[in-house]
């Protein structure tokens, strides 16, 4: 009897070495029992990585994730995309279709699917939401609120021309743009408050926006999560507001793509949350 072909998945990245995808991945393999099958990591400079990314199949891959600084590049490579991809021009998840490889992207879908494990109460239709930020993950995030009936998205960053060109990009319908200075007009009446930029992250700058404006029934969010429980999410938790840590967003964002490669659609635990957290260094609040 043959053995199996080893069906492999890997994550791109440059560098790669912190990336913990190969060990949610890695998990849900050895709880579903999936036979014959691993989760690599790969480090790609960005030079070689159009190269890499067309020879996946025949290095054995079934499938990959591409993280920074790859995520536009892989859009570009590639000729098929699911329609967020094609929206946000951004691939973090290659799945092998018949028709041969196809870019998709799951990081909004991970934002949601966090924020409705770990917020039960709270709606998107329900108020404004404050995005700080104008990166790759803060585009993913608001087409997603947007998806999920956000009144109105309120974008502040730091230089204010790129929230523009985000919001032109995306043609996002309900969108306004504040000065960093301004924020505190962004919080009045809002819903919800969600750090997209790096402050708050270990060995950044802090993040030290005035929360007083919000309104106390607002939750609060970061996509920062080292550390787990950042400024922002401290101050707010003690003024009295819902948070939410950003970890859930990385195992969700992982979901889609294990269920594509190997047919199972895996489950984010507290098991899974402990795992990644241990790895980190953290222990759960
Ligand atoms: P990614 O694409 O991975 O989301 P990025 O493009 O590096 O990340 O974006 C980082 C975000 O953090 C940006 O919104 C950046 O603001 P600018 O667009 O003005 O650069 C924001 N950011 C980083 N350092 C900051 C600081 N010291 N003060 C305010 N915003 C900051």
Redesign the pocket.
Known sequence: MTRPAIRKVCVIGWPITHSRSPLIHNHWIRTYGIESALYERLAVPPEDFVATLHRLPELGYIGANVT?PHKEAAFAALTRHDAVALRLKAVNTIVTTPEGLEGRNTDGYGFIANLKERARGWRAAAGPAVL???????RAIAAALESEGVPELRLV???RA??EALVSDLELRSARVFD?DDAAAALDGANLLVN????GMKG??DLDIALDPLPLGALVTDIVYTPLETGLLARARARGHDVVDGLGMLLHQAVPGFEAWFGVRPEVTAQLRALVLADMGETER
């Open positions: 920074v700080l930020g104008a990166g790759g993950a803060t960053n730091r230089t790129r929230a960093w997209t930029t790096t402050l950044a700058g």
